[in-house]
Structure formats: C-alpha cells, structure tokens
C-alpha cells in the first residue's frame, strides 16, 4: 500500500475543507453582509418617516406613540419582538436632545437571519439605527428674534452704518446684522453704541469707533432668508381717508401724507401712495395708526414733531409703519426731543437712515429695513418692547435633526 500517497490525499481534503471553509466565510461576508447593510439603510429610512409621522401627530394632539409605530410598521418594522423592535420616545432617552420634550426619538431594532453566516456560527445580525425629530409647536412671536434693529442685506459692505458723532441705545433687545461680507457692520467716525444685548452679525465688523461693552460684537450669526419670511399681510383700506379741518380719518390717500393743515391722525389704517413728507416745525400725532405706504417714500424732518403710537389690538397690533417687498422707496426718520413712536417701523425693501433723537422717550420700537443707517449727532434711544411691537404667528416646525 502506498501510504505516502493516501497521505497526500488526506492532507489535500484537509487543504480543501479549509478553503471551502474560507469560501463560505467570503460569500456569507458577501451576501449575509450585503443583506444586513440593506435592512440597515432600509431601517433607517423607516425610522426618519415614523419620527416625522410621530412628530406631525404630536403638534395636531394625537397619539403619536402609535403613528411612529404604525408607519414603521408599514415599512416592515412590526415591532413584533423578533425580527424587530420599535421604541417611540418624547423626549429622547439618550444623546444630546435627551429630557427635551421637543424632540421625538425613534429607535428600530432589527434582526436578520443569515443564509451561508450560519456555516461559520453566525446565525443572524442585529442592526440598530435612530432618528429624532425637532418639533416645534405653532407659536406667535417677534420678528427676528425681537432685535431691535435688523438690517436684512443678505451680502454686501455696510448694511448696517453707523456714522457721524451720535450715541445711540439700545435697551432690551440688540441689533442683527443679516450681511455676510467681512464689515457688514461697519462704524465710521466717533460714533458709540450701547446695547448690553449685543449686535449678531451674520458677517464681520469695522470698527472705528466704541462699541460698549466691548466684548457686545457676535460675528458668525445664522443667516435669515431674504426676501423675508412670515411678513403680515398686506393690509386693505376699504375708504377713502377724510380731512376735516386738522384731523384725518383712516383710509386710502393719494399724494403727499398727510395733506396740508393735518395735524391729527385718527386711529386706524391709512393705505398711502405718495410721500409721508413731515415738514420742519409741522405736528404730527395719532395713537394706534398703521401707515401703510403701498407706493412713495418716507421724509421726516428733524424739526417736526412727531408723537405716533401703533394699533394695540388686531392683526397688526404693534405695526406703526408698513412698506411692503413692493416698495424700495427710502426712509429718513430724523427725530428730536420732542418726538416719541411706539411700534415697529417694517420696510424690508427699504435703505432706513436715522438720526435719532434725544429725548427720554425715544423710539419704543424695532425698526426693520433692508439696510440701515444712522447718521448725524443726534443721540437715539431705542427702548424695545415686545408687547408694544408687532407680533406674528408662525406655524409648526418639523426638521429632522439626526
């Protein structure tokens, strides 16, 4: 017997069973792997649309455990204890939005049974993914955060100006910046500016005067969308304005505004197509007005005075000043001593100079333009207070965070 070729033939089975040992091991690598890395993408496409499903349910009041269950399970999640898990979670359990009742978590658990994986002990493998969900409620609140002063330039050198020798403060709010460039803010002479609250530019800063405190500057801002989002609507004037004597009624008004001899506005809207024109040593007065300039710009001279308050009930409650995308007209505010407004001057389209005024009372306003500029000596107070300023709704969120 030839026991050295028996034994070649014994040496070259074990050689082979090894190799189909390996072979297997590469096909269950090849297609058992292939398989676990599909359910797991699968798995998480399931998972982002049960949280989004959740989420919307939750802002309409409904059972939102149930829906992020029920359209996992329509994606073949059945949350059957075996071939998968389903967890629904407000708030998170774990990671950065954990305890946060405004995020919604879910979380798939999923099993896949091997085909060749079991010839090397591998009988199944377990995919985990997670989606979470930012859900914020409809709310009403301030535009812009309640800055306020807002320069809405997306781009471009200067879209907030400060120049001259004013002091300018800003009491309980700050200023936003929506420019990118490097000196989107920018301060030419001796001017300072004081807001505890702080200037957020989305771009940078050039500085050649004082800003306190020092440290007030943010650069770096997340940019909002221009043309803006979640403006009022545009108001309607169903009358024509009327003047009797020095007072005029509410309404649409043709030419120069107010007309001459006008020294009293009546509460209510009044749907402008002409230049707001107030001249040196002119009076000015209306409580819970909205000026709405359909068309024309707005010229205010320092020497008038003006004392104007916005509606404080209705839709536009706290809208003292309206010019809509329609209308790029310029406005000048030039203020004095003896001139106070209440409400937030809106002109999103609008290059917005002021030169402010001293007096105690100031501007309790926000005041919204597509540049702005303030120019002169004069000093400028702005007080902001939101319940004296225009509030808008803005409807539920839902953004898929992770």
Excluded at 16 to 43: V, W, Y
Excluded at 245 to 260: C, E, I, K, Q, V
Excluded at 303 to 322: D, F, K, R, V
Aim: net charge negative.
């Amino acid at each position: 017997m030839n026991r050295k070729g028996l034994s070649e033939r014994g040496q070259a089975l074990i050689l082979i069973a090894l190799a189909a040992i390996g072979l297997f091991s590469f096909a269950a690598l090849a297609i058992d792997g292939s398989a676990a890395f599909s359910d797991r993408a699968h798995a998480q496409n399931a998972a982002d649309t049960a949280a989004l499903a959740a989420a919307l349910t939750k802002i309409r009041g409904g059972d939102w455990v149930q829906t992020g269950l029920a359209r996992a399970g329509t994606n073949g999640y059945q949350n059957d204890g075996q071939s998968s898990i389903v967890h629904v979670h407000c708030p998170p359990e774990n990671g950065p939005y954990a305890g946060n009742h405004e995020y919604v978590e879910v979380v798939i658990e999923s099993n896949i049974q091997t085909t060749f994986g079991r010839v090397v002990g591998v009988n199944q493998v377990h995919n985990q993914v997670e989606a979470v969900t930012h859900v914020e409620p409809p709310k009403t609140a301030s535009l812009y955060s309640g800055a306020a002063m807002v320069a809405l330039k997306p781009n471009g050198r200067g879209a907030f100006r400060s120049h001259g020798t004013n002091e300018t403060s800003v009491i309980g709010s700050g200023i936003f910046v929506n420019s990118n460039d490097s000196c989107a803010f920018e301060q030419v002479g001796n001017s300072e500016i004081d807001t505890l609250a702080g200037i957020r530019i989305v771009g940078g800063a050039c500085l050649h005067g004082s800003i306190t405190p020092a440290d007030a500057i943010t650069p770096g801002a997340v940019p909002v969308p221009y043309p803006p989002e979640n403006l009022p609507p545009e108001p309607t004037c169903p009358q024509n304005a009327v003047q009797n004597s020095s007072t005029l009624s509410p309404g649409n008004w043709s030419g120069t505004f107010p007309p001459r001899g006008v020294t009293h506005l009546q509460s209510g809207i009044y749907c402008v197509d002409g230049m707001f024109m107030v001249n040196a040593h002119d009076l000015l007065t209306g409580d819970g007005v909205l000026i709405y300039m359909r068309s024309g710009n707005v010229h205010w001279d320092g020497h008038a005075q003006i004392n104007l308050t916005a509606p404080t009930s209705g839709p536009y409650a706290g809208l003292l000043l309206y010019m809509p995308m329609s209308n790029d007209e310029g406005v000048i505010i030039n203020g004095n001593s003896d001139s106070s407004f209440v409400g937030t001057f809106l002109a999103p389209a609008s290059d917005i100079q002021v030169n402010g005024t001293a007096g105690t009372e100031g501007y309790h306003s926000q005041i919204i333009g597509y540049t702005i500029d303030l120019i002169g000596t004069a000093d400028m107070r702005i007080e902001y207070d939101q319940n004296e300023n225009l509030i808008v709704p803005y409807p539920p969120r839902l953004e898929l965070v992770e």
